[in-house]
């Protein structure tokens, strides 16, 4: 990222990115933990999404001219995404984790019902037996 010598960022937009790069890494793996596989981030990937592409120039904002030498298919068909357009992919993305949040809940709630009902037939033909 373009930071000072200091360690703070060079401009707002630097920092914006630094951040919304974070955040999709940060959506990206507690996706990827809450599933079997190992987590697989692509950091490099996901910085290429959220600063997108200069059509004109086909440069990537931190890569200039080497874009295509890391994602050649990615450089011709990408656009820049504004701040905006990353804050609102933010939260569209927080949101259906929150869903699935929400659906894993009632689905174990569900579970723990259906064996509390499973023990207590278990007890009912113990007694019956």
Same mark, same amino acid.
């Given at each position: 990222m373009h930071?000072?010598?200091?360690?703070? =960022?060079?401009?707002?937009?630097?920092?914006?990115?630094?951040? *919304?790069v974070e955040n999709m890494v940060a959506i990206v793996s507690q996706l990827t933990n809450e599933s079997t596989e190992a987590p697989k981030i692509d950091v490099a990937h996901i910085y290429l999404q959220v600063v997108g592409v200069e059509p004109k120039?086909?440069?990537?904002?931190?890569?200039?001219?080497?874009?295509?030498? =890391?994602?050649p298919d990615s450089v011709s068909s990408s656009s820049? *995404?504004?701040?905006?357009?990353?804050?609102?992919q933010n939260e569209e993305l927080q949101k259906q984790i929150e869903d699935m949040k929400k659906r894993e809940e009632e689905r174990l709630k569900r579970e723990d019902e259906m064996q509390q009902k499973i023990l207590q037939m278990e007890q009912i033909m113990c007694k019956l037996a």
């Open positions: 930071k000072k010598k200091d360690g703070s =960022f060079v401009d707002k937009r630097s920092n914006d990115i630094n951040e *919304a120039k086909r440069q990537v904002y931190g890569l200039g001219t080497h874009a295509s030498t =890391f994602y820049s *995404a504004s701040s905006q357009e990353i804050q609102q």
